[in-house]
């Protein structure tokens, strides 16, 4: 009976070390924004750690069919482990697009765009950390706030930039190209605001 028994700690080892990689993924990212191009080493980078992050990922649904009793809810570690497997995923997925649409420029809004992404994951980071704790309220409900200003802000952004692109971007191409990518770096922000509203139902349930 007791190997059936958890050790809890395990599923919020698990996650910590999750969204790490979802933050390793945002730092990736955010250097190939600045450089404003894609070359092999920054491809296979990202690819390693959407790897490891995927390894971590069937860990966690290994163990949740295996554990009898679980920390939080099943379904929320279960949300929880799919929604930071999806940040690490759509932010590759503006990697390899940039390189299958031969993108050789820096681009201003999507530099912004990287360094929000980079803030939103170290906010999301803080609310799961905080989850090992749930008198950590304080900080996990900071956390996500500021997860969702940055979402907001991301919004903006978003709209100025396509703005910008109809108004002086005469190429259809071009165009197209360039309205996926932002679309795109606005879904992982979308993203992360999923995973914090995941993270407020579980404090309010263990409140």
């Not at 069919?65 to 759509?90: S, Y």
């Not at 956390?143 to 991301?154: Q, S, T």
Request: aromatic share 8%; charged share 30%; with cysteine.
């Amino acid at each position: 009976m007791f190997n059936f028994l958890p050790k809890e700690f395990n599923f919020f080892d698990l996650m910590e070390k999750q969204v790490g990689f979802a933050a390793e993924a945002a730092k990736a990212f955010k250097e190939v924004a600045a450089k404003g191009a894609v070359s092999d080493e920054s491809i296979n980078k990202l690819q390693d750690i959407e790897h490891q992050g995927d390894d971590v990922t069937h860990t966690i649904l290994e163990q949740l069919d295996k554990t009898f009793i679980t920390p939080i809810d099943r379904e929320d570690i279960h949300a929880l482990a799919k929604e930071l497997d999806d940040i690490i995923d759509m932010t590759c997925t503006i990697a390899s697009r940039m390189k299958i649409y031969r993108v050789d420029r820096i681009d201003k809004y999507l530099v912004e765009f990287a360094d929000i992404i980079e803030e939103s994951v170290s906010s999301v980071n803080c609310a799961i950390k905080g989850m090992r704790n749930m008198k950590n309220v304080k900080q996990i409900y900071m956390a996500c706030v500021e997860v969702n200003r940055l979402e907001n802000a991301g919004d903006k952004l978003r709209d100025v930039a396509l703005g910008d692109l109809f108004d002086n971007q005469k190429d259809p191409i071009e165009i197209i190209k360039w309205k996926e990518i932002y679309q795109e770096a606005e879904t992982v922000l979308d993203i992360c605001e999923d995973v914090t509203n995941v993270v407020e139902s579980i404090v309010v349930k263990n409140a």
